[in-house]
């Protein structure tokens, strides 16, 4: 099975900050990457697909880019309302496979 | 609206089974491969059965091979998970999930605790 490993675990920057977020794929598989955003005590939910589209309702400020194994999720400006895990998922062979999420924390 | 609303989550003993339940509204049911994501208390989410729409194929993963059984009934736009053998490992809130795409994960219900002690 293809193995997401996150990084970091946490991060913590200052509103406004640039928060970048990094995803290794254990193979290659294109551009089949989403990101999940999970607030606590909420379900998790869709805010990037096929690598670099926003879901509906994420801001301009989220952004998604990779090269075939590593992948990177930037929040360009951070703002207290981003404070959550954020994980990614392959989906370009069975089974599904997440990392283990990366929590952003406001300084 | 998308709605996918999970039931049957409870406290049940080791070896014990339980049947989780996801009611689906605001989409047609039919057409959509759907899955269940697991998630255990303070850990990460873990990609556990899928159904293809029309029910021909299921998916598992290792860790619920053989233990699970996913299955869906259209007509009433419910998809279950029945759960045998049941471990502490398997303690965890369990998410109805919808395929989209390839197969990113468009919308998600609110999970339902799935609790193994005795």
């Known amino acids: 099975e293809i193995v997401m490993t996150q990084s970091p675990v946490t991060l913590s920057a200052s509103p406004g900050e640039r928060a970048t977020l990094s995803c290794r794929a254990s193979?290659?598989?294109?551009?089949?990457v989403a990101w999940y955003q999970q607030k606590p005590g909420q379900a998790p939910r869709l805010l990037m697909k096929d690598e670099s589209t926003r879901a509906s309702g994420f801001p301009v400020r989220f952004s998604g880019s990779g090269s075939g194994t590593e992948f990177t999720l930037t929040i360009s400006s951070l703002q207290s309302d981003d404070i959550a895990t954020y994980y990614c998922q392959q989906y370009n062979d069975w089974p599904l496979t997440f990392g283990g999420g990366t929590k952003v924390e406001i300084k | 609206e998308v709605q996918l609303l999970e039931s049957g989550g409870d406290l049940v003993q080791p070896g014990g089974s339980l049947r989780l339940s996801c009611a689906a509204s605001g989409f047609a049911f039919s057409t959509h491969f759907l899955n269940w994501v697991r998630q255990a208390p303070g850990r990460g989410l873990e990609w556990v059965a899928g159904?293809?729409?029309?029910?021909?194929?299921?998916f598992y993963s290792n860790s619920v091979k053989g233990r699970f059984s996913v299955s869906r009934d259209d007509s009433k736009s419910t998809l279950y998970l029945q759960l045998t053998s049941l471990g502490a490992e398997d303690t965890a809130v369990y998410y109805c999930t919808r395929g989209a795409g390839g197969q990113y994960l468009d919308y998600w219900g609110q999970g339902t605790l799935v609790t193994v002690s005795s």
């Open positions: 193979q290659r598989i294109g551009t089949s």
């Open positions: 159904i293809t729409p029309d029910s021909r194929k299921t």
